[in-house]
């Protein structure tokens, strides 16, 4: 279907009152599954009446176009109602993981200078921890507060009882702010990635050339909407060309996800390789006796896909798994294996439409067929981000020789398939997540018995890269396992529950430079007994 209608880019009209406007306002835009399994199916008029009220509550409310809310909640119902609601008012929209702790609330809720946050009661806590270091933060709307509790303590379903169901999104430019998610930085603070309206063009495309959607698929994306899959596809993509999706409130569980799978008929699959590979170590007994003929594909994103999960997936579900490719920076899919293109496992694909990569050196050079090196991207497509917020200097470093670097590094073989080999920076990829080593230092460092910290990630069977911490202690302190479980509970609460390291590892010291940085590489190369490579400027 045309996406654009009457140059209107708006993400939230199209994901709704265009759909209804195209005949599908009765047609099931998603059913609703609770982690107790229980099923509400919602239609295009629903999510289109549901988002209207609560672009109308956020109007009352003062809030303007260009102002900033977050929605910082597990899966749930009014996730979608409020993401889109607050879209059609031009509201700049971000989200974050139910998991993260309170400091990573603040890093975030902070710098976006956020006027409002949708969140539950048993997460408001970590909120009100640092509601006095947030002064921008004008409400804090709770879904499951029955009636209001103050002026600035809000009840969403009181609001959206009293707001109409009626709303015309204004006209709105392709180049108009909508998403806000943030990544992790090795160095320094989260980094607000902020996209456009526009950004639905490449995201609506790809979903229905590479993840082959269509209007008569059921389509479930296990992605949360914390995570940019979780809005690119687990949102905008599907609900711009009018697809019906699942969306579950449990978490992984084997049984049960292939129970979905079978008792749906979902025919289109979007998950994670962690996932997948967790899958791969259950019993076939779980998978066997499957009605899964109405699955036509699979997709995986997030982390490289190893081999053995494609092997698996071809031996036990009968299909492949198709790899994509791409980052928060770049809004949607830019290198993909898709039907229609021969699979190389291990590799990430090929660009797709649109898109033009290159593999180039630290010094702009454009390297050939089997070269490692930077993987960049040629400028220019719809979902590219505009810009970090508040961090124009870091925006511009992205950019040379006329291309954007990913801090990803790959080679390309002689059919045009790249291959993914690592960071070119100290980000550290567990499960899909990028975890900032930084952060997680910064936490460790508020534990009185930690003198020095150091973290890194290391290759894991399951999650792709496990953290490891590296410990130094006070000499009045010794290590116990009482230190290991607040050390655990410490980051977790701070940071987030997915930064919580894997391995603690207790040192004499961190191996810094002589300006005092930490050596990452070298506490790498110890951890996997290889070289560690040039350490002259190591801190003697």
């Known amino acids: 279907?045309?996406?654009?209608?009457?140059?209107?880019?708006?993400?939230?009209?199209?994901?709704?009152?265009?759909?209804?406007?195209?005949?599908?306002?009765?047609?099931?835009?998603?059913?609703?599954?609770?982690?107790?399994?229980?099923?509400?199916?919602?239609?295009?008029?629903?999510?289109?009446?549901?988002?209207?009220?609560?672009?109308?509550?956020?109007k009352g409310l003062g809030f303007n176009q260009g102002d900033i809310l977050f929605t910082f909640l597990p899966k749930a119902p009014e996730q979608f109602f409020s993401f889109l609601g607050g879209l059609k008012l031009q509201v700049i929209?971000?989200?974050?993981?139910?998991?993260?702790?309170?400091?990573?609330?603040?890093?975030?809720l902070g710098d976006a200078g956020a006027k409002g946050v949708v969140t539950k009661k048993s997460l408001m806590k970590k909120i009100l921890r640092v509601r006095d270091q947030l002064p921008k933060l004008q409400y804090i709307i709770v879904t499951d507060l029955d009636e209001h509790q103050s002026a600035d303590i809000l009840s969403y379903w009181q609001l959206v009882r009293e707001a109409s169901g009626d709303f015309v999104a204004p006209q709105t430019a392709a180049d108009t702010p909508s998403v806000l998610h943030?990544?992790?930085?090795?160095?320094?603070?989260?980094?607000?990635?902020?996209?456009?309206h526009g950004s639905i063009l490449h995201q609506s495309g790809t979903a229905a050339?590479?993840?082959?959607?269509?209007?008569?698929?059921?389509?479930?994306?296990?992605?949360?909407?914390?995570?940019?899959?979780g809005t690119s596809y687990g949102i905008i993509g599907p609900w711009s060309?009018?697809?019906?999706?699942?969306?579950?409130?449990?978490?992984?569980?084997?049984?049960?996800w292939f129970d979905l799978l079978e008792q749906e008929g979902v025919t289109i699959w979007y998950s994670a390789p962690t996932a997948l590979r967790m899958l791969l170590q259950e019993e076939d007994d779980v998978f066997s006796g499957r009605d899964l003929s109405r699955l036509r594909h699979i997709f995986s994103v997030g982390e490289p896909l190893n081999p053995e999960v494609i092997t698996w997936a071809e031996r036990v579900l009968g299909r492949p798994v198709y790899d994509t490719w791409f980052q928060t920076e770049?809004?949607?899919?830019?290198?993909?294996?898709?039907?229609?293109v021969a699979v190389r496992p291990g590799s990430m694909g090929i660009p797709v439409a649109g898109i033009e990569a290159a593999i180039i050196a630290d010094d702009g050079t454009v390297l050939g067929t089997g070269e490692q090196g930077n993987l960049c991207l040629k400028p220019g497509w719809p979902s590219m981000f505009v810009t970090y917020l508040n961090n124009a200097t870091a925006y511009g470093q992205k950019f040379r020789s006329g291309f954007y670097f990913t801090g990803d590094t790959a080679l390309r073989d002689e059919e045009g398939y790249y291959w993914f080999k690592g960071r070119s920076d100290d980000v550290i990829n567990t499960a899909g997540h990028l975890i900032s080593p930084f952060e997680v230092e910064s936490a460790l460092l508020e534990i009185e018995e930690v003198a020095e910290s150091g973290v890194i990630g290391a290759p894991d069977d399951l999650l792709y890269e496990k953290v490891v911490a590296f410990v130094c202690l006070h000499s009045r302190?010794?290590?116990?396992?009482?230190?290991?479980?607040?050390?655990?509970?410490?980051?977790?609460?701070?940071?987030?529950?997915?930064?919580?390291?894997?391995?603690?590892?207790?040192?004499?010291?961190?191996?810094?430079?002589?300006?005092?940085?930490?050596?990452?590489?070298?506490?790498?190369?110890?951890?996997?007994?290889?070289?560690?490579?040039?350490?002259?400027?190591?801190?003697?």
Not at 1 to 6: G, K, T
Not at 47 to 56: G, I, M, T
Not at 182 to 196: F, Q, R
Request: proline share 2%; with cysteine; hydrophobic share 30%.
């Open 1 to 58: 279907m045309n996406v654009i209608s009457n140059e209107q880019y708006n993400i939230g009209h199209i994901c709704t009152r265009q759909q209804c406007d195209s005949g599908f306002g009765g047609k099931t835009a998603f059913r609703w599954i609770s982690a107790h399994h229980e099923r509400t199916d919602y239609s295009f008029d629903d999510l289109d009446r549901e988002s209207n009220k609560f672009a109308n509550a956020l």
């Open 93 to 108: 929209c971000g989200t974050l993981f139910s998991s993260f702790g309170e400091d990573a609330i603040l890093d975030r």
């Open 182 to 196: 943030y990544t992790s930085g090795s160095t320094g603070k989260p980094k607000g990635v902020l996209h456009v």
């Open 209 to 229: 050339r590479v993840l082959t959607l269509t209007g008569s698929d059921i389509y479930w994306c296990t992605a949360d909407q914390g995570w940019v899959t």
């Open 241 to 256: 060309l009018g697809v019906t999706q699942v969306h579950y409130g449990g978490g992984y569980d084997a049984k049960t």
């Open 330 to 340: 770049t809004g949607g899919i830019m290198i993909s294996n898709r039907p229609g």
């Open 477 to 540: 302190f010794e290590y116990s396992k009482q230190l290991e479980v607040k050390i655990r509970l410490h980051v977790s609460n701070k940071a987030s529950s997915i930064a919580t390291p894997q391995e603690i590892i207790i040192v004499e010291s961190i191996p810094k430079n002589k300006s005092g940085k930490i050596m990452r590489r070298v506490l790498k190369a110890r951890y996997l007994g290889e070289d560690e490579g040039d350490i002259s400027t190591l801190e003697t």
